[in-house]
């Protein structure tokens, strides 16, 4: 019997995929494939980027505490990692924030290979996109389900209730989603749907686990997770 597991070791995934660990490392060093790892009890920021007029870029933390849960690595970082064999690291990606660094007394963890994780939902991604591992379009348990009026959705196993200027927000990443373009421009949809406010953090307010159905890329693009 085979238990349901959230991410996996990166031995499993090689021998699912039957894939050379050179290929995988490929992989997530040109970003089409997110490696993760495991913390436990760390501070950590979770915030957005924004911009100012001008242009410039500046960090907005809206979660700080002790963090239990996977982390996701840049790919250069993943670069570093496998040539020198561990790698310092204090910034990190996460589907509920631009952004994701550890603050408090351990400001900085060292990453070795032995660490690294695949996410489920990742993994099923990168085979429903490619076939690796025998995917097939069957759902899966992370899958997305919407509503005729996308007013209930549910996604990685949590029900959303939205409101009207949400509910269009998804309908409009879903059916982006179904024509193969799924990032799309934040402010733009946000327009195109008579938002008064042009920030999806200002119109996703109302739910705190948000994150967990529209992910970002860190520069104004969003997408649905689980599509």
Same mark, same amino acid.
């Given at each position: 019997?085979? &238990?349901?597991?959230?991410?996996?070791?990166?031995?499993?995934?090689?021998?699912? $995929?039957?894939?050379?660990?050179?290929?995988?490392?490929?992989?997530?060093?040109?970003?089409?494939?997110?490696?993760? &790892?495991? !913390? /436990?009890?760390? !501070?950590?920021?979770?915030?957005?980027?924004?911009?100012?007029?001008?242009? *410039?870029?500046?960090?907005?933390? /809206?979660?700080?505490?002790?963090?239990?849960?996977?982390?996701?690595? =840049?790919?250069?970082?993943?670069?570093?990692?496998?040539? %020198?064999?561990?790698?310092?690291?204090?910034?990190?990606? @996460?589907?509920?924030? %631009?952004?994701? #660094?550890?603050? +408090?007394?351990? *400001? #900085?963890?060292?990453?070795? =290979?032995?660490?690294?994780?695949?996410?489920?939902? *990742?993994?099923?991604?990168?085979?429903?996109?490619?076939?690796?591992? +025998?995917?097939?379009? @069957?759902?899966?348990?992370?899958?997305?389900?919407? @509503?005729?009026?996308?007013?209930?959705?549910? #996604?990685?196993?949590?029900?959303?209730?939205?409101?009207?200027?949400?509910?269009?927000?998804?309908?409009?990443? =879903? *059916?982006?989603?179904?024509?193969?373009?799924? $990032?799309?421009? +934040?402010?733009? &949809?946000?327009?195109?749907?008579?938002?008064?406010?042009?920030?999806?953090?200002?119109?996703?307010? @109302?739910?705190?686990? $948000?994150?967990?159905?529209?992910?970002?890329?860190?520069?104004?693009?969003?997408?649905? &997770?689980?599509?």
């Amino acid at each position: 019997m085979e &238990i349901e597991k959230s991410y996996f070791t990166l031995p499993e995934i090689l021998e699912r $995929w039957s894939m050379s660990e050179a290929d995988l490392v490929y992989l997530a060093e040109n970003d089409q494939l997110r490696l993760s &790892i495991r !913390v /436990f009890n760390l !501070v950590v920021e979770f915030g957005d980027y924004e911009e100012t007029p001008e242009g *410039e870029r500046f960090s907005v933390p /809206f979660e700080r505490g002790p963090f239990n849960g996977l982390l996701d690595l =840049h790919a250069h970082d993943v670069f570093q990692l496998f040539r %020198h064999g561990e790698v310092k690291l204090s910034r990190f990606r @996460s589907h509920r924030a %631009h952004y994701a #660094c550890l603050t +408090g007394a351990r *400001e #900085c963890i060292t990453v070795r =290979h032995r660490d690294l994780f695949l996410r489920r939902e *990742e993994r099923d991604r990168f085979e429903a996109e490619t076939g690796f591992g +025998g995917a097939v379009a @069957s759902p899966q348990p992370g899958t997305f389900q919407a @509503s005729d009026d996308y007013q209930d959705v549910r #996604c990685n196993g949590q029900q959303f209730r939205l409101g009207p200027i949400q509910s269009q927000v998804v309908r409009v990443l =879903h *059916e982006a989603a179904a024509r193969g373009e799924p $990032w799309q421009n +934040g402010k733009a &949809i946000l327009t195109a749907v008579g938002s008064r406010s042009l920030k999806m953090s200002d119109v996703f307010k @109302s739910k705190k686990n $948000w994150r967990a159905l529209i992910a970002s890329n860190g520069r104004g693009a969003y997408r649905l &997770i689980g599509v």
